[in-house]
């Protein structure tokens, strides 16, 4: 890049060589100076010596600071071995003396000082001189700058419109992307209700089918598939067999318990609830706190791992059939009621089922968890027949497991 001047300096006369730059901008001078040329990673030394070959006058700031500096010495010793001798202009700032080298050096120059020659407009014409070049007419320079200004704020105010415009557009089409995303929503949203109405009339459909087939089947004679069933009852359906526990106020629906039962531990690993000790801040239970239907707390074990050999007593039941569970805590007290414990074990002894324990000393397995977190152990909930007593035991013992199912 060529520049007009080159500005030599010491560091230590900034105001100065700033107060010079400023008046070197309003005059329309180009100039290079140290602190806005020299980038990270560029060496001193070699950016110095371009900029001094590419500069048609070297302006020699003098002062007390720049005849001590080893840079500035060093500018005006290449600026003198390169240069032509009418391109050096050596400007005093201060009232220091020159060393007697350089009052020999610049001899045959004219100085000019700051005090005798004002940076305006003394040192600006005479560089202006220099360069060849007339100082700016003031009227001309301030219509210039008024162009320049009126240019700059004519582009700012097409930059800002054409900015303007992306933005409503942009916003357009937001919109319009949004308002399509809610039609689309919407028409799925229509699609999938009438998908689920259509899925339920054909269920209903099917039911009623089914319904009507099984009843041209099967004869209602109030002990049939299709009649109703009380307490105690036998019940058969060709799928699952076992006695009536309890029942609807239609007798229609209800749920049996099997004819058999076995012995089997509630969770097969004995250290299993050693990580829900009282001083293990992360108590997770199983989650199986159904007190009423056993059919939840199996569906919320069934989710974890390995679920049949780990929790035996939930495997025996199901393995009787897909619709067969180990019951809830309520349930089992349901069939410990003393009339619906008799009427059962009346009909388990006709069946040549397995009669339902009696006697503190026996007690069965429900599938509800206990609350009991004061042993660091899992437990579960346990009923004994007859005397409906809910108690609480270690999951890895041994317990009647019999299992129902609904009907």
Avoid at 108 to 130: F, G, K, Y
Avoid at 176 to 185: D, H, P
Wanted: aromatic letters at 10%; glycine letters at 6%.
């Amino acid at each position: 890049m060529q520049y007009d001047v080159f500005i030599s300096y010491s560091r230590k006369d900034t105001a100065t060589a700033d107060r010079i730059a400023a008046a070197f901008d309003r005059a329309g001078i180009s100039y290079f100076i140290d602190r806005q040329g020299i980038g990270g990673g560029f060496e001193f030394p070699v950016v110095l010596a371009e900029a001094i070959l590419s500069s048609r006058i070297v302006l020699f700031l003098g002062s007390k600071n720049s005849y001590e500096s080893k840079f500035t010495n060093a500018e005006l010793t290449f600026a003198f071995n390169e240069k032509p001798k009418n391109s050096i202009l050596p400007y005093i700032i201060d009232g220091s003396t020159m060393p007697p080298a350089l009052r020999f050096v610049f001899s045959s120059i004219n100085w000019r000082t700051l005090e005798s020659h004002p940076i305006e407009p003394a040192l600006v014409e005479d560089v202006l001189h220099l360069l060849g070049r007339e100082r700016r007419d003031g009227k001309a320079e301030a219509e210039r700058r008024a162009r320049e200004q009126a240019e700059q704020e004519r582009v700012a105010r097409e930059q800002a419109e054409a900015e303007r415009r992306a933005k409503e557009q942009a916003e357009r089409e937001r919109k319009e992307r949004e308002e399509r995303a809610a039609r689309e929503k919407a028409e799925r949203e229509r699609i999938a209700r009438e998908k689920v109405e259509a899925e339920r009339r054909a269920k209903e459909q099917a039911e009623r089918e089914r319904t009507e087939r099984e009843e041209q089947q099967f004869r209602l004679n109030g002990r049939g598939r299709f009649g109703t069933f009380r307490v105690g009852d036998y019940y058969d359906d060709g799928q699952k067999e076992g006695v009536v526990f309890e029942v609807d106020s239609t007798g229609r629906h209800g749920k049996i318990v099997s004819l058999q039962e076995t012995t089997a531990v509630w969770a097969a690993d004995k250290n299993f609830g050693t990580w829900l000790r009282s001083d293990n801040p992360c108590k997770l239970w199983l989650g199986l706190k159904d007190r009423e239907d056993g059919r939840r707390n199996l569906q919320r074990i069934m989710q974890l791992d390995n679920w049949e050999k780990r929790y035996p007593a939930f495997g025996v039941c199901v393995g009787m059939g897909p619709e067969w569970y180990l019951p809830a805590v309520d349930e089992l007290k349901r069939l410990a009621e003393s009339s619906v414990y008799d009427a059962v074990n009346f009909t388990l002894s006709e069946k040549r089922g397995r009669r339902l324990l009696a006697g503190r000393e026996y007690w069965y397995w429900s599938s509800t968890e206990s609350d009991d977190a004061t042993s660091g152990y899992l437990c579960a909930q346990c009923v004994r027949m007859i005397t409906s007593d809910v108690v609480d035991d270690f999951a890895y013992n041994s317990g009647y497991v019999r299992a129902v199912a609904a009907f």
